[in-house]
């Protein structure tokens, strides 16, 4: 750098501004160089249309869907949650009725379904 401007000081008046101009020109012939070199660069993948343009296409309703669903009142303090499927369903999960708050409703970490004591229910041991 230093050597540059050493040399650039050495040179003509003239040949100064004309170097300066030069200077002042690169970095908008450099990025018009690279935009035009985005702009050819193409893969066979951007040519091609999938069906799968927006992801997020896709709306689940699954929350609206279990909120439809009553919740199950049980009478111990233990609900035990198969999935409803059999072998569809998920692996058992027993969920504790009464550690948060005594008749509040707990829900299944695999389907959503919604579990609580039935009132005057003090869960049985």
Avoid: W
Wanted: net charge positive; with cysteine; charged share 20%.
């Amino acid at each position: 750098m230093a050597v540059c401007a050493l040399q650039e000081l050495m040179l003509p008046a003239g040949a100064r501004a004309a170097a300066a101009a030069a200077r002042a020109s690169r970095p908008a012939a450099a990025s018009a160089l690279r935009a035009t070199q985005r702009a050819s660069f193409t893969t066979i993948h951007d040519a091609t249309p999938t069906p799968f343009e927006d992801i997020n296409l896709h709306r689940s309703d699954a929350e609206q869907r279990i909120a439809q669903v009553p919740v199950v009142e049980v009478a111990s303090n233990v609900a035990v949650c198969d999935g409803g499927g059999g072998a569809l369903g998920h692996p058992l999960e027993y969920i504790q009725l009464d550690t948060v708050k005594h008749h509040s409703v707990q829900t299944c970490k695999y389907c959503g379904l919604r579990y609580k004591m039935k009132a005057g229910s003090h869960g049985h041991h």
